[in-house]
């Protein structure tokens, strides 16, 4: 099959690569699109220690496509030769205790190969014809619903991750810092879950996309920007979303809340963050981790189907597999208005 192999930070290419074979309880799957993720920007760019696992390596986890061969044991589960699936990134061991708790995101046997798979990271990814992935990590598409939104699943989920450990509950004011895709996802799923107002930061071409979405909005590089967001929300929001990952942003992130107020934390920041810790102590604020998803995916999808969360309207750009170099810097630089940058196995 044909596959983006990076071979060390910054030196990748397409090329032939051995097609994957299902193992047991798992799926072969034709790639139809691949969404391309911050994380793997920085992952190409070498800006991780730990992804990927290893060099050679096949990166990308934001990927829908159609199951070509089942593994043993898969039938038995209901799956089959022609279902339609997004995919999800992480198989937890569903036998250590944070994985029977149903945080499987936190698997105590991650990078343990032979119990869990982190795809696109730890394991071969979907920049390729065909992927395999646990059938602990494939949803079945509505029918109704295109290969597009299947592959923008996966960050909308981890939206709805992020305002689940947020605690959004209804009536909330909630703020959103970054206007990037996962932002703009989990302010959508901010306002599924209740939210009676939805503020998002951002700067520059992007708010004209918190704009489109009509959201309230304040420019983070207007020196009057934090006095726009007092002005729509007096005491501070209930519950801050920090999408964008930045020292500077935990730091704004955590001086937007109002007593008592909770950050969940999704961006991962590439340099160390420094916070006071007066104010956590005095309003008695939260500043919460919130890793990829822990069961949110099908709830997503249903979101996704209903409306809700508005996925498809991120998607600007599309490449063949062969243009991920353009694609990649595309994404980067955020040329013409990018947002999601999809790779579209069809335009081959």
Not at 144 to 153: H, I, K, Q
Not at 185 to 211: C, F, M, N
């Amino acid at each position: 099959m044909k596959a983006l192999v990076l071979n060390a930070p910054n030196d990748f290419g397409v090329k032939e690569v051995p097609d994957p074979q299902p193992g047991p309880l798992e799926v072969l799957c034709r790639v139809e699109r691949i969404g391309i993720c911050g994380t793997d920007v920085h992952m190409v760019q070498g800006h991780y220690d730990h992804w990927p696992a290893y060099y050679p390596f096949i990166p990308g986890h934001e990927w829908s496509g159609q199951v070509i061969e089942l593994g043993s044991g898969a039938d038995e589960f209901g799956w089959a030769v022609g279902d339609r699936v997004a995919g999800s990134s992480h198989a937890g061991c569903m036998h250590c205790p944070k994985c029977i708790e149903g945080r499987y995101n936190l698997c105590l046997n991650y990078g343990h190969s032979q119990v869990h798979s982190h795809y696109g990271h730890t394991v071969q990814g979907a920049y390729a014809d065909y992927v395999v992935h646990s059938i602990r990590s494939v949803f079945k598409l509505p029918d109704a619903m295109s290969y597009d939104l299947g592959a923008v699943t996966d960050p909308a989920s981890i939206g709805l991750h992020c305002a689940h450990r947020g605690g959004v509950e209804t009536g909330q004011t909630v703020a959103v810092v970054g206007a990037g895709p996962v932002g703009i996802l989990a302010a959508d799923a901010a306002k599924a879950l209740g939210a009676s107002s939805v503020i998002v930061a951002g700067r520059g071409a992007r708010l004209a996309v918190v704009d489109h979405f009509g959201f309230e909005a304040f420019d983070t590089s207007s020196p009057d920007g934090l006095d726009r967001f007092r002005e729509l929300a007096p005491h501070g929001a209930d519950v801050v979303l920090d999408a964008a990952g930045t020292p500077e942003t935990i730091a704004l992130s955590l001086s937007m809340l109002g007593r008592g107020g909770r950050c969940a934390a999704v961006g991962i920041p590439i340099e160390d963050v420094s916070i006071s810790l007066a104010p956590l102590v005095l309003d008695e604020l939260e500043l919460v981790g919130s890793r990829a998803v822990a069961g949110e995916m099908q709830a997503t999808l249903d979101f996704i189907a209903d409306g809700r969360i508005r996925a498809g309207e991120i998607i600007t750009h599309r490449y063949p597999l062969d243009d991920f170099g353009k694609a990649l810097e595309v994404t980067d630089r955020r040329i013409d208005g990018a947002m999601k940058v999809l790779i579209d196995n069809s335009l081959d």
